[in-house]
């Protein structure tokens, strides 16, 4: 089974966009209800029956069943009798509404953080249509229940083969930009590509955006750094303004609309290293390092302007769908140990940018050193599935047939598309 995200620009009319937003506004109610509920019975637990608490009460009666999802579900036709801004909302966006929370609340449970919060206003911006029967795609339009067709630009096609499953909206820039994000499914299995050929090993840093083992580097992009200046002077002028006046939210439209934009340019950005590092090797290992963490301590916020996290994850889809091995490797100690002869280096400052290894002589940069480092690891723990590869003889990608593979086949022979 294959599922992909596909994104695209829709234009609703005026009516249209009023109803979306009325939507949002109510999915956001009912998202905040049912987390208040849940918050309400959690309470109540906290104070035994049969004593008085200074702190709490025992508010909730003693058999009131937990409200799960299946409860919450239940209870949310008696809500629509009572409540007719719930009833106007299609009824599978609504139970999806209810889902949301309760798959935060699990993650929750799972993690042990990130409790669900409650949302704001302007706070919900997207809403899902879980299933459809028939293709919603006519042309130039997308049939959307209880919405009706709106229009949309399909700057790329769906691939043959595949059946839309769901379609989510979402509200961009204060609800002045709408997309759809429509998931897509193929019943075709595709094996994730072999590990073979030619390694790279990607160091990811500040100075450079990212340095591979072959010393090639990434300078960050300065369209940023231009329009990084940019948004701070249009958030000065907000703060200018009266709030919640007219002229207050014109001026903060402007800066949600340029957020839009450094978000969009930075993932094109994203996507077009990706392919160049595509095109230099068959095998991509890049550090484990876990960038939301690195981000709240020593390398602070310029780690989260990065967006990091969101390249290794453009990085990975790129490389399976130019039939390129990924993999992420280890990054213990990478900025530490000599590429040329495994000596422990010891740890250098963040200010010193060359490797000079005592052992052996080795210069060169530390970001390259790194890389290289990273590419050994990489090529150690392939090792065993190629040998696995040449002796099983595991399927390959040119044994597949269908239109799911032709398309993937445009994919891969295809250089710098997104
Ligand atoms: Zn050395």
Redesign the pocket.
């Known amino acids: 089974m294959l599922t992909m995200n596909m994104t695209y620009r829709i234009y609703p009319s005026a009516d249209q966009e009023a109803i979306m937003l009325d939507w949002l506004e109510t999915c956001r109610r009912l998202y905040n209800r049912c987390l208040r509920d849940l918050k309400t019975w959690l309470n109540g637990q906290k104070c035994p029956i049969d004593r008085c608490s200074l702190k709490q009460e025992y508010i909730v009666p003693a058999d009131l069943p937990f409200p799960s999802y299946l409860e919450q579900k239940r209870r949310l036709t008696q809500w629509k009798k009572e409540n007719l801004w719930f009833k106007a909302v299609h009824s599978q966006v609504t139970q999806d509404v209810v889902k949301r929370m309760h798959n935060t609340w699990e993650a929750f449970k799972k993690r042990g953080f990130g409790f669900p919060r409650f949302k704001k206003y302007g706070q919900f911006r997207s809403f899902l249509f879980p299933q459809f029967k028939d293709n919603p795609l006519t042309g130039y339009q997308i049939k959307l229940p209880k919405i009706g067709s709106v229009l949309i630009e399909l700057h790329r096609p769906i691939p043959e083969g595949f059946v839309i499953k769901q379609v989510r909206v979402l509200s961009r820039a204060r609800g002045t930009k709408w997309y759809v994000v429509i998931t897509v499914q193929s019943n075709v299995e595709i094996p994730n590509p072999l590990p073979k050929g030619r390694g790279l090993g990607v160091d990811i840093g500040l100075e450079n955006f990212l340095t591979t083992s072959d010393n090639f580097a990434v300078k960050p992009s300065k369209f940023f750094r231009d329009l990084q200046s940019k948004l701070k002077s249009l958030q000065r002028k907000v703060s200018r303004k009266k709030k919640r006046s007219k002229n207050w939210e014109k001026a903060q439209i402007k800066v949600a609309k340029l957020h839009h934009k450094i978000a969009n340019s930075r993932k094109n950005f994203h996507f077009q290293v990706a392919h160049q590092l595509c095109d230099q090797g068959d095998m991509i290992f890049v550090e484990d390092i876990d960038f939301r963490v690195s981000a709240k301590g020593f390398l602070g916020k310029s780690m989260l302007d990065g967006g990091f996290g969101q390249f290794r994850t453009i990085l990975k889809w790129v490389c399976w769908k130019r039939d390129k091995f990924f993999a992420q490797v280890d990054h213990k100690y990478s900025s530490q140990i000599?590429p040329?002869?495994?000596?422990h280096?010891g740890k250098k400052p963040l200010s010193q940018r060359q490797h000079i290894?005592p052992?052996?002589?080795?210069q060169t940069t530390r970001d390259h050193a790194a890389a290289e480092v990273l590419l050994q690891r990489g090529l150690g723990s392939v090792q065993e599935v190629r040998m696995d590869v040449a002796e099983r003889k595991l399927p390959s990608n040119g044994d597949l047939s269908g239109s799911v593979c032709d398309w993937l086949d445009k994919c891969r022979s295809r250089n710098t598309q997104e």
């Open positions: 000599c040329n002869c495994g000596t280096t290894c052992e052996c002589n080795y």
